[in-house]
């Protein structure tokens, strides 16, 4: 809606006396033309299932890092609407997410597709192998420390808020550092939003357990899973928790999802085993599939990377 003000009432009648002499007659407007304002007006009415976008909510270092695509909306203007689950899991659900701007004078409209990702606080989740994924790491606030220790409502809270900066931290490391994982935008609290990967038809892309690739695209998912897992390995890390249901295939690339259990592979007390799994996971796999992958020469693969 667009609505016009005539402000030419606004000048007294005696403007001519009070004006600079100094100032050249044709480089000032008319004062006796109309000056004409104009207002759009914004529905600021939300549905249900929308918010107003949270981008300018959350401090600078839990925004996405450069260089940062195109598609990622950060128009305050912009409007979050919720348009259903994507996943439920032990520890987490998976939510998809419109971000999206009208147009507004010469910019245009825009918007993306995010998975947003909520982790539950400890006693709404059933994450079983929490405690032996977090040894090595630290809380820094021993307030923190201690309620999650005495399990308090804080210390569940903590905890969950944990598990999404952890996934948030991993996912910026391995993002920059070329790993095939979703572009990490945004985290505040308990939600991790996310790029949306889907399968080029509008839905999500399909998880690696779920296709039957012909030999040539299985050899392709193979080299990329296997320089996936170097990159970690290079940065000293394990997923943990790679299995081809935390791998999608969208067209002919893989992407690595579901990292909040990244392990430290030296640090850990247990980061060599859980490197182990990781590669007798995806050799059975691709064994299976027809394409004879050795764990051991995989594990030690890997382990040059690390050391």
């Known amino acids: 809606m667009s609505t016009e003000y005539d402000l030419t009432s606004l000048f007294s009648d005696d403007y001519d006396s009070r004006r600079p002499e100094s100032v050249d007659d044709e480089s000032r407007p008319d004062p006796d033309g109309p000056f004409v304002f104009a207002f759009h007006a914004v529905d600021e009415h939300l549905g249900p299932d929308q918010r107003w976008s949270t981008w300018l909510d959350v401090e600078r270092g839990s925004r996405g890092p450069d260089p940062r695509p195109d598609w990622v909306v950060t128009e305050q203007a912009a409007i979050d609407t919720e348009l259903g689950v994507l996943k439920t899991g032990k520890e987490a659900d998976v939510f998809l997410l419109e971000r999206a701007v009208e147009a507004i004078g010469d910019n245009p409209a825009k918007s993306s ?68 994982v979703p572009y990490p935008v945004q985290v505040d609290g308990t939600e991790l939003l996310m790029e949306f990967i889907d399968d080029g038809e509008g839905g999500a892309a399909p998880r690696l357990a779920q296709v039957r690739p012909p030999k040539d695209l299985l050899g392709s998912y193979f080299e990329q899973v296997r320089d996936g897992m170097r990159e970690l390995a290079r940065a000293g890390l394990a997923h943990g928790d790679l299995s081809p249901y935390n791998v999608l295939a969208q067209g002919d690339r893989i992407v690595m999802i579901d990292l909040p259990q990244v392990v430290d592979v030296v640090g850990n007390p247990k980061g060599m085993d859980f490197l182990l799994r990781d590669c007798r996971n995806m050799a059975a796999w691709f064994t299976n599939r027809g394409l004879e992958i050795d764990e051991q020469e995989l594990f030690a693969d890997l382990l040059t990377m690390v050391f």
Do not use: C, I
């Open 113 to 180: 597709l995010l998975a947003a990702k909520r982790y539950r606080t400890e006693e709404h989740r059933s994450f079983h192998r929490s405690t032996a994924y977090v040894e090595g790491r630290r809380t820094r606030n021993s307030r923190d420390s201690r309620a999650m220790a005495k399990k308090t409502a804080h210390g569940r809270s903590v905890a969950a808020g944990q598990w999404a900066y952890a996934e948030w931290d991993a996912l910026n490391r391995l993002w920059k550092a070329g790993v095939p």
